[in-house]
């Protein structure tokens, strides 16, 4: 059952800009917060940002300022807006719930690659 599918991801320039898209199931939705991830090769996956239903966001230290994470709940969907990429920000991206549960499954991920 896939319950998430991220896109939007793509090779950009140092400085530049992407908008990453979720879908996710109804249910997982509507009641969980939920959060943008990524994991970068050879590295842990790290919590990037999470919006809760009623718009609260939280971001992790390296991507305030730069990233806003925003969610559309007429469409199932959550996105993250990323601005200033940096080459650090390269990963494969994941939405997921917050916290994350083994009754969740991961996605496929979308990879962001930022190079020039």
């Known amino acids: 059952q896939v319950q998430f599918v991220e896109s939007g991801g793509g090779l950009v320039q140092p400085g530049g800009s992407l908008r990453l898209s979720c879908e996710a199931s109804r249910l997982i939705f509507s009641t969980r917060i939920m959060a943008w991830y990524r994991q970068a090769p050879g590295q842990q996956r790290e919590l990037v940002a999470s919006?809760?239903?009623?718009?609260?966001?939280d971001y992790a230290d390296s991507v305030k300022g730069r990233f806003t994470i925003s969610r559309d709940n007429a469409k199932n969907t959550v996105y993250l807006q990323m601005n200033s990429l940096r080459v650090g920000d390269t990963a494969v991206y994941y939405c997921?719930?917050?916290?994350?549960?083994?009754?969740?499954?991961w996605g496929q991920g979308t990879q962001v690659t930022v190079s020039s």
């Open positions: 919006i809760e239903n009623s718009g609260y966001t």
């Open positions: 997921n719930v917050r916290p994350t549960t083994m009754y969740v499954s």
